[in-house]
C-alpha cells in the first residue's frame, strides 16, 4: 500500500532530478503495468524500462527515492516493485 506520509515535501529541490529522467516522453504504461497485465508480456515491459533507466542520468537518485518511499508500483531507478521489495529484505536481485 502506497502511503504519502513516506513523500518528502513537496519542494522543487527535492523533486527537480524527475525533470532529467529519461522516461519523461515516454509513454507511462511502459513504467507502470495494467492490472490485467501477467507473464511474458509484463516481463518484456519490464525489461524495455529497465533498459531505459539504464540510459538514465538520474538513476541513482531515482532509485534512492523509490526506496526511501517505499515505492510498491512500477519501474524506478531500473528496478521492479518485486526488486524493491527483494532488496530492503537484503535480498540480491
Ligand atoms: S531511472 Fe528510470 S524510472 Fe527513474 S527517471 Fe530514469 S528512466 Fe525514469
Redo the contacts with the bound molecule.
Keep these: 500500500m502506497a502511503s504519502i506520509k513516506r513523500l518528502p515535501r513537496p519542494l522543487l529541490s527535492t523533486y527537480e532530478w524527475?525533470i532529467e529522467?529519461?522516461?519523461r516522453s515516454t509513454d507511462p504504461e511502459e513504467?507502470f503495468p495494467g492490472d490485467a497485465e501477467r507473464g511474458n508480456k509484463r516481463l518484456n515491459r519490464e525489461q524495455r524500462?529497465k533498459a531505459?533507466?539504464a540510459t538514465?542520468p538520474?538513476?541513482q537518485q531515482?532509485?534512492d527515492h523509490a526506496m526511501a518511499v517505499q515505492e510498491p508500483y512500477g519501474?524506478?531507478?531500473?528496478t521492479t516493485p518485486e526488486d524493491r521489495e527483494a532488496l530492503r529484505r537484503g535480498v540480491a536481485v
Design positions: 524527475q529522467g529519461a522516461c513504467f524500462a531505459l533507466c538514465c538520474v538513476l531515482c532509485f519501474v524506478w531507478g531500473g
